[in-house]
Structures are given as C-alpha cells and as structure tokens.
C-alpha cells in the first residue's frame, strides 16, 4: 500500500481505467505515461480500490527477458490486472519486439494490462510495440516531474565556480596596482555580471576605468561593460558608450572584434527598446556579413545565433509563435555549424538552452502542456550547466507554474521548493540575491508600453465606473498600438484592446457592439495558434449578456474554452468553462447534463483546496546540492 | 441480433472489444466475449480507378478470384497500413463458399497460436520462416481425416525419401527411427515444433542454426516442398475436387528492415517454390521500396486499402459509399438511438480517415466522452469535444522537430518522400488515402496542430520578405533537411 494520494487528474486516469476494466469482459489495454514510480505504485493502489480489491500486479520486465507474454501471462493468473513496466527507459528495442508478436495471446486470454511508459520514451514504446499498441483502449497520461531532468544542482556548481574565479580575482586585488588591477577589477565586473549583480558590477567597472582610463573601450570588456548597463536600465550611459565604441570601430582599419560587440550591442539595444525594425534591420546585415565573408563565418554566426535567440524571445512575448520558431532553428543552424573551438564554448551551449527556453513558454502559449515542461525542464538543466543562474531558475519557476495549473500542486512545490533551496544556497555563495533587471526601462517610451498603460487605465476606470475616461484609454491604447511597427504588433495587446472595447460598450449600453471585437480577436488568435489567450477572449465572449449575444454563441465559446482548458488539462479554466456549460445546460432543460458537468466542478473545487497539501511523488526529489 | 442501446454498453460490449479484434476472428480466440464475426464484418464498398469511377473489384473477391480462377501455384503477399482490417479480410476469404469448397485450408499465425511457437520477434528470417511452416504443414497430418487417408494410401516414395535424407542430417534425438510417411512427417513436426520454441528464444541456438547448412534455405524447401506435396496428395485422395491452400497471417510483424529483406525480398523466389497456393501478410512499409515493386511478376501483390473516405479536392466531404460502409458497421453493433444524428458518424469517418479500426477508436473516445457527460446520445459537439483528448497522445508522439517538420512536409505536398517517413504510416500519424493515386495527409486529428504550424512557417518567411511563391518551396526544402535528422 501505498499512502500517496493521487492529484485529480491521475485520479481521472483511474477511472477511466477502471470503468473500461468494469466494463469489458475482453480485458484491456492501456498505455500510461509516466516515470514515477511512486505515482505508479499509488495509480495501482487506485485501482484495487475502484476494483473492488481486485489484485493489481506489478511486473517489471528484465532487458534480458526473452519471453515477455509468459511473463505477464504467468502474472495475469485469474483476474488479475498487469500493471507492466520496463527496467530500462527507453525500454531495449529486442524487448519490445518480443512484446509486440504476443498481443493475440493477451487478447485472448482477456488480460487486463496498463503499460507503463515515461513521457520521453513514449515514442520508443510506440516504434517498438506497433501492433500492441493499435490493440490499446486508450492513452492516459499520469506524467509528473519525474518525468522531466529536474536536476538543478548544476546551477550550485556553475555558482561555485564562479564564486571561486571571483575570489581569484579578489586575491589579486588585494596587491595588484595600475593596469593589473584595472584588468582583476574587469574580471570581477564580468563574474558578478554573470552572478546578477550588476550595480556591484558597474562600480568594478568604474573603479577600473579610474585606475586604468585607456582600457575602457578594451573589446575584451566591451561587451561586459555594456550589458551591465542594459541589465541596469541606464539609457543614457548605455548610448553613450556604443557610441564611443562607434568612434573607436570608425577608426580602425580592420575588421576587428570591437565591430563584432558593437554591432551586437547595437542589436540588443534596438530589441531592448522594442524597436523591432531596427533589430532585424541590424539581423540582416549580419546575415549578409555571414554570407559576403565566408572566412569570418564563425565571428558572423557567433553573433546571429545569440541575436536570433534574444530577438525570438521578443517574438514569444509578442505572440508571434512563427517568427519565434524561425529565429530559435536560425540561432541552432548557425551555431551547429561553428568550427573549431566555438562548439565547446559556454556561450554556444547557452544559446541551445535558452532557445528550448522560450519554445517552452511558446508551447506554453499554444497550451501545449507536456511539450512546455519537456523544453523548460531541458533548458533549466543546460542553463544550470552553464552557469545561467537566473535564466535556471526562470525555466524552473514557468514550470512549477505550469504543474500548478494542471493541478499537479505537490510537483509545483517539488520544484518551487528546488528554485527556493537554490536560490538560497547561491545567494549565500555569491553574498546577496542578484539585482532585478532593470532593462525594461529601455522601452519605456515605446508604443508597446503606451499601448500597455493605456489598457491598465482604462480597465480601472471601467472598474470605477469612469466610462468617458475609460473610453479615452482605450482610444490612447488604440492609437499607441497602431503606431507600433505593422510588423510587430502585439496579438496579445490586440486581444486586450479588443477585450476593453467589448466591456466599454457593455458599460455604455451598446450590447450589440460587444460581440464584433471579441469574435474577430478570438479568430485572430486561434489563427495564431495562442490558445491560452485565446481562452480569455472566449470567456469573456460567454459571459455576454443575452442582449449582446446568442445562447449559441455564448454556447460556442464556453464550449470552445472548455476544448483549450481540457486539451491542455488547465483545471481553473475546466470548472470556468463547465460552469459556463452548466448555466446554459440548465437554460435550455439539460439537467442531467447540468448536473454531470456541477459534480466534476465540485471534483475541482475540492482537488484545488485540497492541491495545497499534495505531496509531490516520493521519487522526484531534485538532485542534492554538492 | 444483440445491439448495444446505451452509450455505456457501445464503448464496452462493442466498440473496445472490436478495436483489440476480440471477435474471435480465428479458431483459437473462439468463445471470447465481444460480438461475432458475420454480426460485425461489413463488405467494404466498391473502389473506383480514375476518372471513369469504373468499380474495382474488392480486395477480398479478388483474391478469392486469383485462388479459385488460377491455375498455378500463386504466392499471393497481402498488406495494408495498420488497422485497415487484414485480419479481417483474411477471415473473410478463408470463409468464402468459394474457397471453403475448393480447398483445404491451413491456418498458420506467424506470430505463434501460443508462447512456444512462432517467429522470433526482431530477429525472424527465411529459414525461421521456412521451418515455421514445415512444422506447422507435418502437424496438419495430425487430423484423423488426413491421418487415415494417408495410413490407408501412403505417400509418393519420392516424398518419403527427401524427408529421410533430411531427417539423417538432423542430430540424433532419441526418438525411434521413423517407419514410414507419416513418422516421417511426425518426426518433423517435432523437430520443427521444438526448433521453433528452441530458437525463438535462445540467441544462440538461432545464431547456430543459421551457420547449418541442413536448414539452409534450399534444404528446407525441399522438406517444406515435399510435405506440401504430400499434403496435397492426401487431401485430393480424400476430395478429388479439393487444393490445398496455406494462409499466413501475421507476418507483417517482421517488421525491422533485416526481417523484411530475408524473408519477403530475397526470399520471395524461395517462396514461390512452395507447391501450393499460399497467401501471406508482408510489413506495410515494404510496398513503397522500390525494391519490391520488382520482385517476380507472378507474384501476386495486393494492398488492402482503407476505405475511400474522401476525395483529393473535397477533404472534408465524406463520400457516401464510404458512409454506407461505415454507418452499416456502426448499426451492426449499435442502434441508431445512440447519436445524434447521422452527422456524427460522417465526422467519426473523416477523422480516422477512412481506417475502420481508427474510426471504432475515435467513436470509443467519443462515446466515452458521452458518458462522462451523462449525455443520453453521442452528438456530434460531443464527438468535436472528444477530439481534443484524442489528439494529446499523437501530438505528445510528435513534439521532436524532426518529426513535426515530417508533418509539415506530408500536410503541404501530400507525399511521403523517403524512407525515414514511412514510420509515419506505421504509427498513424500520416494516413494513406486512395483508390486511384494513393495520397497522403497527416491524420486528421492531428491536422489542426500540423496546419497551425504551417501557417506560422508560412508567415515567418513572409515576413522576412520571401516572395510568396517561394515560400512554400523553402519550406519544403527546410522540412525535408530537418525531417532527415534523428528524433
């Protein structure tokens, strides 16, 4: 027995196993994902009790077994239910192969059999088992964050090391005087950069510059000198900086690094300010560099593959999913194809990992749930490798987000509880938690953020009932937004225009113009592919008064956010969207159907209050700290 | 006729049932619970080639046509993607007056009738193959019919002798020197029998086998050979007007490229030695090899198609003889108060694409859905709602790059390029469709997922200022190089 209570959506895998089971006389077949074997040992728990103490074995399969179905069938004695898994994940081919050639035997003694499979190997399982596995009833997926690199222990590792190159260049500090000591406290302001702490950093920096003055545009610092300022949000001293590299670039003769980081600074400062045209116009020109130059390609694509990857995180955030994908396979591409010792070098690795970043918040936004946690899980361990603390724990803290959602509460806290233990321990290394980026500040002035103060305002003078200066808002965030490059407007922005529009003209009684600006964002974002946003839209569109639309419509778009919610196994949305359902079950008489979609509300209810004391599966402790 | 009248009683007295074949299709599986075979096997409709829509002939007819019309001996290898009903179809033909009045039929499952017998899985090859079939032929000797004829005429002395040369290049076993035919016969089928389970799973015991030249596949074809023959012989004693016919299923679970290469490759000629009519299964994939396009003309090659669902220019018009198949299959199993409305088993056929196992899967889904909502009938809103949770396991089998740029190339040009993609089929994550020229598509309830990220393709080179016509040919070249990478 085991005393690990299942969160509500593996209790919903149960039922529907055990319903199948109950309900068929011809055994059954599931395929179960899901590496944990404590939410393994707690599924068959389930079961025996949904069973009626029918006996569920468990059998895991040696690599070396070379008669499988007498394995499972000397298990399947009486009525017995198979609860199979493999020693090795992905399990070895020639064992599947043994399993495949014995599904007749199975279906004909009626086995009942879960085969259990981690999320990684599903696919293996599904290669190597064809034809068993078009013999299945169902997939159902009890995956947990044991399904998933969770090892962040790296990023402990990667703080180490750079606390003790701090030290070293600390212990230099303490003697060295004139251009050596310009050159510890250059070292310094890179390692505390890379810590986070860029004030600390920026005072290195300074200190440097007034014992050594003639190595302030040193390209070998160049690029710390300038991030630091971005991460520090100071505009000003930032331009004035690359300009003055500008001059140091113009004067030289060849084409040396300074035009590399200049180039490259210049990029990200267009992207940090949210000028997008200017930032791919810069993009461009290193793509015709990389072309023109063939033998300074590596200079070239060292530079395009980190541009690409931070300008796909603009892209993300702007719901531009397409675009996003293009750069992150660009940024791949190029760095894949670096020579000599560029493969190996941190920063190259970085770019992969911070690339699966992002496609994790873009599966994110897709609702694409276990494709998120895949990518972010991933990106989290490289990152953590690499010495990327924040962006580490970045990708952890999205996917402890995303277990919460599902209502997988104990995995959320497994893995918040990890970020937090790290965290902790770095900043005990590294003497204090890293200063907050402040590089927003760069695109204050943006349409973007114009566009974004607009809704806020007049989504609180909506609240307060200020209708004429909600209207105001939102015409100030409608002409912001359409000032905004064409190219790179925001989907997001869009839809909360839209959204406001909508609630604007409720509260001005003009029902009928309610339901126009909401329909066509909810179109434009499924075309997107932004279901998560699209949710909201949708919601909204179901809650419209009757005057402002159709029983049907309202129908439509319930329905339509309960497909996203159940689709991506959001619970909060699920019980919105079946309340929905159930009003309008009741409206037209369906009570039984009303009544069906209230109980699994009441499921939710009871599985969120109850989701605070989850624990997360025994076996999916984070790796120990060295 | 028993029918399921609740949305409960379709998922688990019918439609789960039959999704696993639980139908007892074969000898072996009968008095299994779940429906019948006559009460569920519906003819599938008339195909139609080209632009005159003249009638194909259906699969299983011409089949029995070929065995009942030709004179020859014919080796006939059957396949078709998974789930397109071979089973079924073989059932069908083995059943058919026709057939059952012309000849004595030998059922053999490739895959064994128990754990002891059948082909090793991953490792099977032709002599494997070859020795799988003796052993199974020389059993057949063991029905009291055929046991009496052949004490009462004996067999051809030439027969006899090949098997005596045979048997003495065999290692002495204990067994008490053979008499005559039928010892003969016995004692092969023991040899054979034990070998079979012997090698099925020792590694070594097979590795050595293949170093002997006394089950090289020129010897076991003589042995196969003669058994056949006698076989034949005794049966035509018995019946005159009766053949002898073999019917091998389940060999298309040799799957792995080795497999398929020794024993339907390089071992069709050998094959086709076989004195008698034989029909085969072989792997899906191996028909779109170029190498088996030119194996033996006399070979006969059929593939069972999935149902003609709809049309190249109308993907979401279901075709009405598709239809009457598919509403006969629901309303053999179900009564018609169950749905909605007919609409639903239209859309239940579009999304499995015309693959009958794939549309009992998505109505199972369906219906599941239904009674989860305590919905009294499946609607088709419900069937819509269904496909979202059925599409989580195909998308969570394709979050790779490699094999989402595979999908995006099948979705936009229709074909299946190389050989990395005919895995594809094998998992239904792409569909073949057919009659006239086979085209491919990804599975419909994938199509959605698969369009979304082609049209952000498409508008991520647009932006980047590619002319429009040229978009789709970057793509494609993009796709195939990424496809052309591990997953």
């Known amino acids: 027995m085991t005393d690990h209570p299942l969160p509500l959506p593996h209790r919903r895998g149960v039922r529907e196993i055990a319903q199948a089971i109950i309900g068929s006389s011809a055994g059954a077949l599931f395929v179960c994902v899901g590496r944990s074997t404590a939410v393994r040992a707690a599924v068959e728990d389930a079961l025996r009790g949904s069973l009626g103490g029918r006996p569920v074995v468990a059998v895991t399969l040696a690599d070396d077994d070379d008669v499988p179905w007498t394995t499972i069938l000397e298990a399947a004695q009486g ?15 020639a064992l599947l192969a043994r399993v495949n050639v014995g599904r007749e035997v199975g279906t004909a003694r009626r086995v009942s059999l879960l085969v259990w499979i981690g999320l990684g190997s599903l696919r293996d399982l599904q290669r190597g088992i064809a034809d068993v596995w078009a013999y299945r009833d169902t997939t159902v997926f009890f995956a947990s964050c044991s399904d998933f690199e969770v090892d962040a222990a790296s990023v402990v590792e990667a703080t180490l090391m750079l606390t003790s190159r701090l030290a070293e260049a600390d212990a230099v500090l303490s003697w060295a005087t004139g251009h050596q000591r310009a050159t510890a406290l250059r070292e310094r302001a890179l390692f505390l950069g890379e810590m986070g702490r860029h004030e600390d950093a920026l005072l290195a920096l300074n200190e440097a510059e007034a014992v050594a003055p003639g190595d302030r545009l040193n390209p070998a610092y160049a690029l710390t000198h300038a991030q630091v300022l971005r991460h520090l949000g100071d505009g000003p001293q930032l331009g004035a900086y690359l300009d003055e590299l500008q001059a140091v670039a113009e004067r030289s003769a060849d084409y040396d690094i300074i035009h590399n980081v200049l180039r490259d600074q210049r990029l990200d400062d267009a992207r940090a300010a949210r000028r997008w045209e200017a930032a791919f116009h810069l993009l461009d020109a290193q793509r015709v560099a990389f072309s023109r130059y063939p033998w300074a390609s590596n200079w070239f694509a060292a530079g395009i593959g980190p541009a690409c990857v931070n300008l796909a995180e603009g892209m993300v955030s702007l719901g531009q999913l397409g675009a996003a994908e293009d750069l992150l396979r660009e940024a791949e591409e190029r760095i894949g194809g670096l020579r000599g010792t560029f493969p190996q070098k941190t920063w190259t690795r970085m770019v992969a990992a911070v690339a699966a970043l992002h496609r994790g918040v873009a599966a994110r936004a897709r609702t694409a749930t276990h494709e998120a946690l ?35 509460c104990g995995d959320a806290r497994q893995v918040q509880g990890g970020i937090d233990a790290r965290r902790r321990e770095i900043e005990t290394l590294t003497g204090g938690p890293p200063t907050p980026s402040r590089e927003d500040v760069l695109a204050e002035s943006s349409p973007h953020r114009r566009t974004e103060r607009a809704l806020v305002l007049g989504a609180i003078a909506l609240d307060e009932g200020r209708s004429n200066d909600a209207a105001q808002h939102l015409a100030d965030a409608t002409r912001s937004h359409e000032e905004d490059e064409p190219r790179f407007r925001s989907h997001y922005l869009a839809a909360r225009v839209a959204r406001l529009q909508s609630r604007l003209a409720l509260h001005r009684s003009r029902p009928t113009e309610a339901l126009p600006p909401l329909a066509q964002s909810a179109a434009t974002l499924e075309e997107a592919g932004l279901h998560r946003e699209r949710l909201n839209t949708l919601f909204e569109i179901a809650r419209l008064p009757p005057e402002a639309a159709s029983l049907e419509a309202r129908v439509r778009a319930a329905r339509g956010a309960w497909r996203i919610a159940r689709g991506g196994g959001l619970l909060v949305p699920e019980r919105d969207a079946l309340a929905l359902r159930a009003q309008f079950a009741r409206e037209v008489g369906a009570l039984d159907e009303a009544a069906a979609h209230e109980a699994v509300i009441a499921e939710i209810d009871e599985a969120l209050a109850a989701g605070r004391s989850d624990p997360a599966p025994a076996d999916a402790t984070l790796a120990p700290s060295p | 006729m028993d029918w399921a009248t609740t949305v409960s009683d379709v998922i688990y007295k019918y439609l789960r049932p039959l999704i696993r074949q639980h139908v007892g299709a074969w000898s072996e599986t009968a008095g299994v619970a779940g429906p019948d075979f006559q009460q569920v096997y519906v003819e599938p409709p008339q195909e139609r080639i080209g632009s005159q829509m003249k009638p194909r002939v259906p699969t299983v007819e011409r089949l029995v046509d070929h065995l009942t019309m030709d004179r020859n001996d014919t080796l006939i290898l059957l396949t078709g993607q998974k789930g397109s009903g071979k089973t079924f179809a073989l059932r069908r033909m083995y059943d058919d007056p026709a057939i059952k009045a012309r000849f004595h039929r030998v059922f053999i499952r490739a895959t064994g009738e128990d754990l002891k017998t059948g082909l090793p899985a991953g490792d099977a090859d032709l002599r494997l193959l070859l020795l799988l079939l003796c052993a199974e032929v020389s059993r057949e000797f063991n029905k009291p019919e055929l046991k009496a004829a052949l004490k009462q005429h004996g067999a051809r002395v030439q027969l006899e002798e090949t098997l005596k040369q045979w048997v003495a290049l065999l290692e002495p076993d204990g067994l008490p020197t053979p008499q005559n035919f039928s010892d003969y016969a016995a ?19 097979r590795r050595s086998l293949r170093l002997d030249e006394t089950f090289a596949p020129s010897q076991l074809i003589r042995v ?13 004693r018995i019946d005159p007007t009766r053949d002898l016919l073999l019917v091998v299923d389940d060999a298309d679970k040799y799957a792995s490229r080795e497999e398929a290469e020794s024993m339907f490759l390089q071992g069709t000629h050998t094959l086709r030695e076989v004195p008698c009519k034989m029909v085969l299964t072989f792997p899906y994939w191996l028909h779109f090899d170029p190498r088996y396009n030119n194996l033996a003309a006399d070979v006969t090659r059929e593939v069972l198609s999935n149902v003609k669902v709809v049309t190249r220019d109308a993907p979401d018009v279901p075709l009405e003889p598709a239809m009457a198949f598919f509403r006969e299959m629901f309303h053999r199993i179900a009564s018609p108060q169950v749905l909605e409305s007919d609409d639903v088993l239209k859309e239940a056929a579009l999304l499995a694409a015309g693959v009958p196992r794939e549309f009992l899967r998505v109505l199972a889904g369906a219906f599941g859905l239904a009674n989860e909502f305590k919905e009294p009938v499946l609607t088709l809103e419900t069937l819509r709602d269904a496909k ?12 790779t790059l490699a094999m989402r740029a595979r999908l995006k190339y099948v979705s936009v040009t229709r074909t299946i390029p190389t050989a990395r993609f005919w895995e594809l089929l094998d998992s239904l994550h792409v569909v073949e469709y057919v009659n006239d020229r086979p085209w491919y598509a990804v599975n419909p309830l994938l199509r959605d997922w698969v369009d979304e990220q082609v049209r952000e393709d498409r508008k991520a080179l647009s932006d980047r200022g590619v002319k429009s016509k040229d978009i789709d ?9 990424v496809a052309a990478s591990d997953d």
């Open chain 1, 79 to 93: 009525d017995v239910v198979v609860s199979l898994s493999f020693a090795t994940e992905p399990p070895p081919p």
């Open chain 1, 374 to 408: 895949a990518e972010l899980h991933g990106s989290a361990h490289r990152l953590g490798e690499v010495g990327a603390l924040d962006k580490a724990l970045e990708s952890m803290t999205i996917a402890a987000e995303i277990y919460a959602e599902i209502g997988l």
């Open chain 2, 187 to 205: 004692k092969i089928n023991v040899v054979a029998a034990e070998l079979s389970w012997k090698t099925r799973s020792d590694d070594q015991r």
């Open chain 2, 224 to 236: 196969l050979s003669a058994l056949v023959r006698a076989l034949r012989d005794t049966v035509e």
């Open chain 2, 388 to 399: 979202i949770i059925l599409a989580r396991e195909p998308i969570a089998t394709s979050s």
């Open chain 2, 473 to 481: 040919d970057q793509l494609k070249a993009r796709w195939l190089e």
